[in-house]
């Protein structure tokens, strides 16, 4: 049974209460602790993952929305307690403390017992945005909308709520908040890029986390809305990893859109979205291909294979079984394209050494720099081939 509130619950523009969190290592740390960067709560029970990748699209949206803020998210991943973004050229590393039980003195100290909640901290300790709702309720978009609009426009009193005197009992051990100048106080006053990316991450987070989906329905009618209405869809059928899949797509869909959002196929990554990663890599009729920079409509009747189609059944494709053999990948993003790439590999006229294997995959990129692995696994494959 859902327990009452019994504490006043903490809104937006007030201080954060302090609390005591447990680091894998054992060393306590307090929330005050990480006072200079924005701080993610999330009052969920365990079973999400913040770095599924339908939250990126929502991420994404939600960004497109606010004018003058132009961030696009390639991916999340979490390290811990941090939560890692990923955008074009640049990166986030963000606190996000997961998993805090909706019924416990945490919960009931932000005022939230018995509920779900998302609270933004920022770099001061205070409450920058939240959203509570009973279990089982999901946020509705346009709220979600409304602040993150307010974020990057805060009014007046959010302002001053956001630099008001805090509360002597959660004033910070060590506090760490920088004294700013006269004329930089201004600027000081908008949210960092940190700060809004952070809340726009808690949003994509509410939208995606909260288990029913129904009042979150106005942002998928948003994305699934055509972007030209004039343009007449198209009906094309594909065999993907050998059946065959018929889809009313416009004209302008890439492949890869075509696979992960209208087949359920989420294998195939989207990491640059032109061409310069790897990340979307498929075969056509047998060729690897960049399935981001190919429009789906040219593929009426192609035999398109994904990552999905390499293994039999519950037996891995010998290259998957090298790939984890000999430590092929660390976060896993790019594997799916990496081991596209490598199987293609195999029908290819790629010479013998280990430099050879590198330019055949030079169009893969890896950021956590598993590539000795990578070419490992390659040639252990084409090893055992031969042999
Ligand atoms: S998504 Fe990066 S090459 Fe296609
Ligand atoms: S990007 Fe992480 S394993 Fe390649």
């Keep these: 049974m859902t327990k009452t509130t019994s504490r006043a619950r903490i809104d937006v523009g007030m201080p954060a209460p302090d609390f005591a969190l447990a680091e894998a290592s054992g060393r306590s740390i307090t929330l005050s602790d990480l006072r200079g960067q924005p701080v993610i709560l999330a009052f969920y029970p365990p079973d999400w993952d913040p770095s599924r990748a339908d939250q990126l699209a929502h991420f994404n949206w939600l960004v497109q929305q606010v004018p003058g803020v132009n961030a696009e998210l390639l991916g999340i991943s979490m ?93 910070p051990v060590a506090p760490c908040v920088p004294v700013r100048e006269e004329t930089e106080l201004a600027s000081a006053l908008l949210p960092s890029r940190r700060e809004f990316v952070t809340t726009a991450l808690a949003a994509a987070l509410a939208l995606t986390v909260m288990p029913l989906a129904a009042k979150a329905e106005p942002i998928a009618a948003r994305l699934a809305e055509p972007l030209y209405p004039e343009v007449a869809s198209a009906s094309v059928t594909l065999r993907v990893n050998g059946r065959p899949v018929t889809m009313n797509i416009e004209p302008r869909v890439t492949l890869l859109d075509a696979l992960r959002e209208y087949s359920g196929l989420t294998g195939t990554k989207k990491g640059c979205d032109h061409g310069q990663c790897g990340a979307c890599t498929v075969h056509v009729n047998g060729r690897r291909q960049l399935s981001c920079l190919s429009f789906a409509v040219m593929h009426q009747g192609d035999e398109i294979t994904t990552v999905e189609g390499l293994a039999t059944g519950e037996t891995l494709h010998p290259m998957q079984a090298a790939f984890i053999k000999h430590d092929g990948f660390q976060c896993g993003y790019c594997t799916s394209g990496q081991l596209m790439s490598a199987t293609a590999l195999l029908a290819e006229p790629c010479g013998p050494s280990d430099a050879d294997v590198k330019e055949c995959m030079s169009g893969n990129l890896c950021r956590c720099g598993a590539y000795p692995g990578i070419v490992a696994a390659i040639q252990n494959v084409r090893a055992t081939a031969r042999g």
């Design 79 to 171: 390290d811990g307690m941090w939560c890692q973004l990923a955008f074009a050229g640049d990166s986030v590393r963000v606190p996000l403390l997961a998993d805090l039980d909706p019924n416990g003195a945490v919960a009931e100290r932000f005022g939230v017992q018995g509920e779900q909640a998302l609270f933004v901290v920022n770099a001061e300790g205070v409450v920058a945005w939240r959203h509570a709702g009973p279990a089982g309720m999901a946020p509705n978009a346009d709220e979600l909308l409304l602040a993150l609009e307010a974020l990057a426009t805060p009014t007046p009193e959010a302002q001053a709520a956001r630099f008001a005197p805090r509360d002597e009992q959660f004033v």
